[in-house]
């Protein structure tokens, strides 16, 4: 990879004080790549814990020269922490900040650190429909399956856009 710049979508979601830890974390991000894009953020229910506050969900569009594992380990995961990120064994608890790495240019990698493009694409509306906004010709590099075919299966129903929360996030990073 080198020096090439690659165009990278990171899922973020929050569902502790979101209000604060989303844009703390992109302001960490911004200092070590560039923000091209966010998304609308969408307020959505908790997979399976309708007990718990609501979410955050959005996606950033990055260009960034930091190879796959480095930027999820070493930039996403340290982001995390910083952000008091919990990793427990529970996938479904509440978090202050969750960064994933949803695609990185092209690349299909099925490792054991880093899986991209990142399943849950294919299956979950809070992070298929803010991808679309931000590329929405892209046809996934593992299926070669178009996003628009994906969300013709996904159902924005429990979706609530978060206008003035996208607008004041987008001023952080002035895109």
Request: hydrophobic share 40%; charged share 30%; glycine share 4%.
């Amino acid at each position: 990879m080198g020096n090439n710049v690659d165009e990278v979508f990171i899922g973020v979601g929050s569902n502790i004080d979101p209000e604060r830890n989303i844009p703390d974390a992109l302001a960490c991000l911004s200092k070590h790549v560039c923000v091209r894009g966010i998304s609308v953020f969408y307020r959505t229910t908790p997979l399976l814990r309708p007990d718990q506050d609501d979410f955050l969900n959005g996606v950033w569009r990055i260009s960034t020269s930091i190879p796959p594992e480095e930027l999820k380990f070493r930039v996403l995961r340290t982001i995390e922490k910083e952000l008091h990120r919990n990793r427990e064994s529970d996938r479904y608890a509440p978090r202050t900040i969750d960064l994933d790495l949803l695609l990185f240019g092209d690349l299909v990698i099925h490792d054991e650190n880093v899986v991209i493009p990142d399943p849950d694409i294919y299956k979950r509306e809070f992070i298929a429909i803010p991808l679309s906004e931000l590329n929405p010709d892209l046809i996934l590099p593992d299926t070669k399956i178009p996003l628009t075919e994906i969300l013709s299966k996904l159902s924005k129903e429990n979706m609530i856009p978060e206008m003035t929360f996208t607008e004041n996030l987008r001023r952080v990073v002035n895109v």
